[in-house]
Each structure stands twice: as C-alpha cells, then as structure tokens.
C-alpha cells in the first residue's frame, strides 16, 4: 500500500506529534519528587497538564488537517477526541509509576481543557498560514 504524498509541513507537525507523545510518556514516567524539581515556575500541576496538552495539539491539528484534508470542525474534534484519549491513558500509565498520583479526574479535564483550548487557535493559525504563503 502506498502512503499518500504529505506536504513537507504534515511531516514536520507529525514529528512534532510523535516528540510531544513520547515527553509526556517521559514525564509521567518520573517519580513526584523528579517532577516538582523540574518545576521551576512552581506552577499548579493542573495549569502544566492545561499547558502540556494546549501545546500538544498545536502538532496534531495541522498534521491532521494536511494529511487527510477534513474539515476544520472535524479536526479539532478529532484532535481533541485524541488528545482527551491521551489524557486518559496517562493517568493509567501514571498508575504504574511510583510515587504518582493516578486516574486523576481533575487531571485529565486539564488535559482535554487544554486540548479544546488550543485546537481553534491551531486552526486559525494555520489557516492564516496557508491564506498568507500558500500550501
């Protein structure tokens, strides 16, 4: 079967997808302790999964929208759909690292809050970007 061409750009988000997926599986890998150490900012553990995921699907909803062409509305959903899915499963996988809080509901809504967030602003800035230098 061979895989339809991609735009260099589907590329590039889709790598982009694939480092965002592997270091949120890194960090939920990390004990508590590990993780306040990289907090820096000392900010809420909510705001950093809300950040985490708002950052994931800036990756997701371009890749999505340049590999398969769907609609606008359709990929954001899509993306969020996912993204909300990945969410889920962390705290699972969090479950199995110890010293982690786990199956945190207040978690995974900062997670898909994050997702719903950043999937219309992914949209119009690539939207803007295709408008402006074309595909």
């Not at 398969?68 to 509305?73: E, I, S, T």
């Not at 999937?119 to 970007?129: E, T």
């Amino acid at each position: 079967m061979k895989l339809p061409h991609l735009h260099w750009f589907a590329w590039v988000c889709w790598l982009g997808v694939l480092i965002w997926v592997t270091t949120v599986f890194y960090l939920s890998s990390l004990g508590s302790t590990e993780i306040s150490e990289m907090n820096v900012f000392n900010a809420s553990d909510k705001l950093l999964h809300f950040i985490a995921f708002f950052s994931g699907v800036l990756a997701l909803v371009p890749a999505l929208r340049l590999t398969f062409g769907w609609p606008w509305k359709k990929v954001c959903l899509i993306a969020i759909a996912c993204l909300s899915a990945y969410g889920a499963l962390d705290e699972v996988h969090q479950k199995f690292t110890p010293s982690r809080s786990a199956l945190d509901a207040w978690d995974w809504l900062a997670d898909t809050l994050g997702a719903a967030a950043g999937a219309p602003l992914a949209a119009f800035v690539h939207a803007f970007i295709v408008r402006r230098w074309g595909r």
